[in-house]
């Protein structure tokens, strides 16, 4: 079957470095792929997405990195704000289907 | 930016009722949203996908007579929890996909069965 998920569960870093979370992936299929961003209590926020055809894609201090031959995915965060402590999904879709989430890492950035 | 509302933001009930939760699209169509239910410091599970006037989807293992899924117009659909037990307790979450913006989600449901 399919499953996504992430190398780590917790991240903690100094605020102003760069943050690194990573995900692997199982279904080769797979075309789309998002990244989440989840605060306590809220519901998943949309990062930053990238198609199976890119290998990396850049927003605001965003970048996500698709590596297919190893089926893996990773987002890099520039200068880590506090505003950034939250849980971050990966999350991978076919045909512009349905989402599936991995485990989550929860990032801490320390003042 | 597509907006997703959901209500109630969190509602308790007691064991044998039945609860709705409504999910709808503020500025745009969404022909297809789905369901998910989150445990703590867990995932987000798909429950179903909704689909405008037909049938809602489920996944394996979810029960359509536990978990009704009425998707009535193009803004709006909601999640029925019926006869709710402690177990049902848990984050519902409704997201819907829009052109522009990639997947969006709604802020949540907290349901306390008590």
């Known amino acids: 079957g399919e499953s996504v998920g992430l190398h780590l569960p917790t991240l903690s870093v100094q605020e102003g470095d760069n943050s690194i979370i990573n995900c692997a992936y199982s279904n080769s299929a797979s075309d789309y792929f998002i990244w989440y961003k989840q605060e306590s209590g809220k519901g998943p926020q949309f990062i930053i997405d990238i198609r199976s055809n890119m290998d990396k894609r850049q927003g605001q201090r965003v970048t996500v990195l698709l590596n297919k031959t190893v089926k893996h995915l990773s987002l890099q965060i520039a200068a880590t704000q506090p505003g950034d402590s939250a849980v971050y999904f990966c999350a991978e879709n076919k045909n512009a289907g349905k989402s599936t989430f991995g485990d989550g890492t929860t990032l801490t950035v320390k003042p | 930016g597509a907006v997703v509302s959901q209500h109630p933001s969190w509602v308790i009930c007691k064991s044998g009722t039945s609860v709705k939760i409504e999910c709808r699209s503020l500025d745009f169509q969404a022909t297809t949203m789905f369901w998910y239910r989150q445990f703590p410091k867990k995932s987000l599970m798909l429950m179903a996908t909704?689909?405008?006037?037909?049938?809602?989807?489920?996944e394996q293992g979810v029960e359509k007579d536990k978990f009704l899924i009425n998707h009535a117009s193009l803004t709006l659909s909601t999640l029925t929890v019926t006869s709710a037990h402690p177990e049902d307790s848990s984050f519902y979450i409704c997201?819907?996909?829009?052109?522009?913006?990639?997947?969006?989600f709604g802020s949540g449901t907290r349901l306390t069965v008590v």
């Open positions: 997201s819907a996909r829009t052109n522009d913006y990639g997947y969006t």
């Open positions: 909704s689909n405008e006037g037909s049938k809602a989807t489920y």
